[in-house]
C-alpha cells in the first residue's frame, strides 16, 4: 500500500493537534466543571486552611467513612488554590489539569522512544489518544484525576527507563498521598524487580519464568479477592477499628447487587453465597474495561468503541508477545510489557474490590500504559509482518 512497505512518516506535532484540539474545544464548549466530588474536596479544603494546614485536626472533622489521608496533598492542592484565587480556584486546577495533560503526553512520547517504537508508531498512538473520552474529557473538571495521573506517568517513565530509583521514593510518597489507587504501586515495585531480573534471561526462557510470575500474582489476587469476598459478606469480620465505616459501605453496595455504581442496567441479584460475592467482583472487573454503558449516547458509544477496542487488541498483542518463544522482543520492551499490564491488571483489580465508577473515571490512569501497551503492539505486528514478508 505504501511505497517499500513503509507507513508515511507523520511529525508528532502534527498528530498531537486533535487532542489539543479537543482540550481547546471541551473548554471554549463547557468551561470549567464541578462534579460532586470536586463540592466535597471543596469543604475539605476549606476545612484545612480553617485549620492551618493541621491535617490531623482538619480530618478528624470531616464526614467520611475513613479518614482521607490518602487525599491530603490533593485537598491541600485545592487549599493552595483557594488561598491564590479565592473563587476561581477551579480555574487554577483546570489550568493545571492542562499543563498536565501536556506533561503527560510529553512523557509518553519520551518513552517510546526510549522503547524504541517508530515516529509512524507513536504519531497512530497520539491520534487514538485523542479520541480516548476518558483522556481529554476530565481536563475541564477541578478533579484530581488528570494531575495524578501525570505524576503517576512520571513515576512510571522512572521505573522503566531510568537507572536510578531513588526518585521513586519521595514521588510514591506524593502519590500514596494523592489519591488511594497509589497503593498499587506497593506491590507493583515487587512485579518490576522480578521482571527485571526476568529480563536478563535467556529471551526462550523468559517465556516459562513469566508464567510463573503470572501464576504467584494470579494466586495472591485470589487469595486477596477470597478473603475480600469473606469481609464484605459479613462486615463485622474486618479485624481493624479504622476503616470499618468504609467496609461496611461496600458490603451494603455488594446486598445491593452494584456492579458499576450508579448504573441500574448493571446491577445483579445480590449474592447469596461466598462464591457469589466473588463473581460479583469479577464482574466488576470485566466492566472495568468495558468501552460504554447502556446510558451512553451513541456518539460516546461509537467513540469508545472505534478507539479503545483498537488499543485493548494492539495491548493484548503486546502481551501476547512477551509470552512468544519464537517472536522476541528486545528485553526493555519485554520488562515494559510486564510491568505495565500488571499496572493496569493491578488497579483494575483494585476498584473491581472497591467501586467501579458511573462514568469510568476511575479507568483513567490505565489509558497511559494501556496506550503505551498498544504501540508496542503495533510496532511488534508490523516487525512480525517484515520477517514473515522476508
Not at 285 to 303: M, Q, R, T, V
Not at 337 to 365: E, K, M, N, T
Amino acid at each position: 500500500m505504501f511505497p517499500h512497505g513503509r507507513f508515511p512518516r507523520i511529525p508528532l506535532w502534527l498528530a498531537l493537534l486533535p487532542l489539543v484540539a479537543i482540550v481547546c474545544f471541551a473548554l471554549w464548549r463547557q468551561g470549567v466543571k464541578l462534579s460532586p466530588d470536586s463540592q466535597t474536596y471543596s469543604l475539605w479544603a476549606d476545612q484545612l486552611i480553617a485549620d492551618h494546614f493541621n491535617f490531623k485536626a482538619a480530618f478528624a472533622k470531616l464526614n467520611f467513612p475513613v479518614v482521607p489521608y490518602n487525599y491530603a496533598l490533593w485537598v491541600a492542592y485545592v487549599a493552595v488554590h483557594k488561598l491564590l484565587f479565592g473563587n476561581a480556584w477551579s480555574l487554577g486546577v483546570v489550568i493545571g489539569n492542562v499543563l498536565a495533560l501536556g506533561l503527560t503526553t510529553w512523557l509518553l512520547v519520551r518513552l517510546l522512544k526510549a522503547l524504541e517504537c517508530p515516529n509512524w508508531g507513536i504519531a497512530l498512538g497520539l491520534l487514538a489518544m485523542a479520541g480516548v473520552h476518558e483522556y481529554s474529557f476530565w481536563a475541564n473538571y477541578a478533579l484530581s484525576d488528570v494531575s495524578f495521573v501525570a505524576l503517576l506517568t512520571l513515576w512510571l517513565v522512572i521505573l522503566l527507563g531510568s537507572r536510578q530509583w531513588w526518585p521513586l521514593l519521595p514521588l510514591g510518597a506524593v502519590l500514596l498521598a494523592y489519591r488511594p489507587p497509589a497503593i498499587v504501586l506497593l506491590p507493583l515495585v515487587a512485579v518490576a524487580i522480578a521482571a527485571g531480573h526476568l529480563a536478563k534471561a535467556e529471551p526462550t526462557q523468559r517465556p516459562l519464568k513469566l508464567w510463573a510470575l503470572v501464576a504467584g500474582l494470579a494466586a495472591l489476587a485470589l487469595v486477596l479477592t477470597g478473603l475480600h469476598a469473606c469481609i464484605v459478606a459479613d462486615p463485622s469480620r474486618w479485624p481493624f477499628d479504622g476503616g470499618r465505616g468504609w467496609v461496611s459501605q461496600l458490603a451494603e453496595m455488594y446486598q445491593r447487587g452494584i456492579i458499576v455504581h450508579d448504573r441500574p442496567s448493571t446491577y445483579v441479584t445480590p449474592p447469596e453465597s461466598w462464591l457469589g460475592y466473588l463473581g460479583m467482583t469479577l464482574r466488576k472487573f470485566l466492566y472495568f474495561w468495558s468501552p460504554s454503558a447502556p446510558e451512553f449516547s451513541f456518539a460516546h458509544k461509537a467513540i469508545n468503541w472505534i478507539t479503545l477496542l483498537p488499543l485493548y487488541l494492539l495491548a493484548g498483542f503486546a502481551v501476547w508477545r512477551a509470552f512468544s518463544i519464537r517472536q522476541v522482543m528486545s528485553a526493555q520492551r519485554w520488562r515494559a510489557v510486564v510491568i505495565l499490564s500488571a499496572w493496569c491488571l493491578g488497579l483494575a483489580l483494585f476498584h473491581a474490590l472497591q467501586v467501579v465508577d458511573y462514568d469510568f473515571r476511575y479507568r483513567l490512569p490505565t489509558i497511559p500504559a494501556v496506550l503505551v501497551l498498544a504501540v508496542i503492539g503495533l510496532t511488534e505486528w508490523r516487525r512480525n509482518g517484515q520477517n514473515t514478508g522476508a
